[in-house]
């Protein structure tokens, strides 16, 4: 085998290794990249502990909200219920009224018939 | 032929379903009601679905008091409570044309009067109907009529007049006897 | 002054895109992991833009990730070197055919076939024209073991380089 001299596969190579260019959008894409970096907040970026803190304020927002909402609801069907419930004993009472009046009529025309 | 019948059966069905609803339903109410109420000095509305009574027989279930608890097992059976309660600062404000209308406005065929008491003089009058479905009671219906003072009571359900009498023997209801009528703009 | 320079993320872009990408390209010789590798080294760069003492700095942390991140990739894919260089003659088809010689594209393809830490040297050497301390110093490893790298390296590419010229004036 006949190898070529060491000087010229040397420079051989030089001229072969030149840099390739870069693909014509890279630039654009890393700018963009960036930029969208840029915008969002920087979640791991924070340490450990900021990231527990915010997750457990966040999950404590959350329940609160959902109990918040339970309770609303709860304490508002008590409102309706007692809201219910006055409203029956009104009623009954007029009807115990009603009822109440009737009977002294009734009576008081039976006293008449019998005299 | 099958097809047939059962398309019938589900025709008298579908018609029987309302019939049904109807009886479970309370009256919309009758126009003279409007007029009663506009010159009545107090006035007590109320109309209460089942919905609603099962709520209130809920909170009567939990209360501590015993006539409350009573109360429950009478409420909760009910299908709907419809009441009116017109007072009037004097006599003469209504006719009697006008207590004729609410009568038969409330007195179809489903009902039948079982009292109807009458005083010429006073004008008082008192009516009592009860709505009968299949040999049971499913309704109560009282007018009681005083000088000032109108009251109609429409209950729907189970409840006959063994029922209202225990209300006699109710004592929270007798503690707020002289506390249901509202002042002239009707708060209370 | 070093302490005066300020990096400018955009500037190093512009001044070292080619370099990180033909970097990842010759060592991977798949020209869309090369694209990844460079996103991923500028990414890099971003985060560390404050730790950036100055412009040879840049140059040589550049260096040292893209060929670090080229061989982490190399591992994880475990390319063969010969398959690959299909796309970049079907790319760079009027970039080889303006190189002096016809071995152009083929040096590179036999490139390919070289051991890892052979390739990475002579990449060093004959893209970025570093010394052997320099390359020593890109690759964190000891200076005896670059020169070997090279020399071997160096040997083995000129020998296949031999084989196919033989091949190729057969051919002709």
Sequence with gaps: MEFEPMEDFDQKLKRSFERWPAPPDLKRRLMENRRRRKERPQWFALPFAVRVAVSLCLLAGVLAALYGGIAANQAEQRRKGEEARQQVLLALRITNHALDHMNRQLAAHNRAHQE | ?188 | MAHDWQPDYEQLVDEHQSMVFSLALRMTGDRGLAEEIAQDVFLELDKRLGKIESAAHACFWLRRVAISRSADALRRRKVRGMSLWVTIEEDHGVAAEERDSPLGTRLEELLATLPEPQRAALVLRYQEELTPEEIAATLEAPLATVKSNLQRGLKLLRAKAANHLQEYVRGI
């Design chain 2, 1 to 188: 032929m099958k097809s047939w019948i059962v398309a019938f059966v589900f025709a008298a069905a579908a018609l029987a379903v309302p019939a049904l609803a109807q009886t479970a339903q309370l009256p919309a109410p009758p126009p003279v009601e409007k007029d009663l109420a506009a010159r009545a000095s107090s006035v007590d509305e109320i109309t209460l679905s089942k919905n609603m009574l099962a709520a209130a027989a809920a909170l009567f279930m939990n209360s501590k008091d015993k006539d409350e608890a009573a109360t429950s097992q009478l409420v909760e059976r009910l299908d709907g409570i419809y009441v009116r309660d017109y007072e009037f600062a004097k006599e003469g404000q209504f006719s009697i044309e006008q207590i004729e209308q609410l009568r038969k406005y409330f007195e179809t065929s489903d009902w039948t009067p079982i009292v109807r008491d009458r005083d010429r003089k006073t004008g008082e009058s008192s009516d009592i109907m009860v709505k009968m479905v299949n040999g049971k009671s499913s309704g109560l219906f009282i007018l009681d009529v005083e000088p000032k003072e109108i009251s109609i009571v429409l209950i729907l359900g189970p409840v006959g007049m063994e029922e209202l009498g225990k209300l006699k023997e109710l004592a929270f209801l007798g503690i707020m006897e002289g506390t249901h009528h509202t002042g002239p703009d009707n708060s209370k």
